[in-house]
């Protein structure tokens, strides 16, 4: 068997496929017209359950915010969060649980916050997990996480007073503590050198620039200085490098003012505008679901109508 020969052949069980689906759904249709009287029914009480289903205060909602870990892992921070998702507390009730038992808030999820540059810039988040950690153009943030809940339209009200609960829960956990302040003076120092270093370039570019009196400064295309008496002998200015060490000092001042708990938001939760069970999606799935039923019911009422 060649390769066209496997064509060929796949393509008969195609089109057999394709004529075997035709006859059931026509089978189907015509069983459902024979059988109206139990069809239409079946699918206005479905019609009716979607509409009821999808009434404004049942309609649920995807509320997520983007977390930063001030010292904690993502494996510590997993291990404290999983309790939210299966709703089991071996260590005391925190008050966020309650609104897990009442199902005010449910499906409680994390996701991968992507950076592809590497800049600590987050990206995107990849909600459909499909980021592969060995990914190395897609890189998984290892201090940024996305955090997901769901919650009905009624209680979209409660959602401050979640995160605050939730928020006290995380950085309540003393392992998380413990985390946290074991990288702060990390962070200190790391503030600390940053300042240092622009204080040293600015001093040594003022000493190297203006108080060496051997040295002759030309004009050069790209920023250097030559000395008058060693023309082969040229070194790199100082101030692009000083611009530089400015910008990561900026981010890392804005890190240590982000270093205020384990956790800390980017933001508040965010509230995603497209209801998970929307009107329209539902009325497809019920109808769907109310047809297979009234098909089921109509076979059987058909089936027993032959045996008598």
Known sequence: MNLFDLCLLA?????????????TFMSAMRLTIRKWWISLPVLAIFIAGA??????????YKVYAVAKLNGPTLNLFNEVFRPLQSGVFFNGTPEVAQYIYDHTARRFETFPVIDCLRDNIIDYVDFDRKVKPTDT???????????????????????????????SYLNGNEAMQH???????????????????????????????????????????NNTIVTGEQSNRSMELFLPAIYAHIDYTQKVDVQRA????????????????????????????F???????????????EKAFVKL
């Not at 393509?11 to 006859?23: F, H, Q, S, T, Y």
């Not at 509409?51 to 649920?60: F, G, M």
């Not at 982000?258 to 799935?285: C, D, G």
């Not at 109808?287 to 009422?301: F, K, M, P, Q, Y």
């Open 179 to 221: 985390a946290y302040r074991a990288a702060l003076p990390v962070m200190e120092r790391k503030v600390q050198f940053c300042h240092t270093q622009i204080e040293k370039l600015d001093s040594l570019t003022s000493s190297f620039y203006f108080n060496n009196k051997e040295l002759s400064l030309q004009e050069s295309s």
């Open 51 to 60: 509409l009821i289903y999808t009434r404004k205060d049942n309609l649920t």
């Open 258 to 285: 982000a270093y205020t708990a384990p956790v800390a938001l980017e933001s508040h939760f965010a509230v995603n505008p497209e209801p998970v069970n929307s009107r329209a999606k539902m009325l497809v799935l």
């Open 11 to 23: 393509w008969r069980g195609c089109k057999r496929a394709v004529k075997a689906l035709w006859r």
């Open 287 to 301: 109808i769907l679901a109310g047809w297979i039923v009234s098909l089921a019911i109509a076979w059987g009422v």
């Open 137 to 167: 153009v897609n890189w998984q943030m290892r201090d940024h996480i996305c955090i997901q809940f769901r919650i009905k339209y009624c209680d979209l009200g409660q959602v401050l007073t979640i995160e605050k609960q939730l928020l």
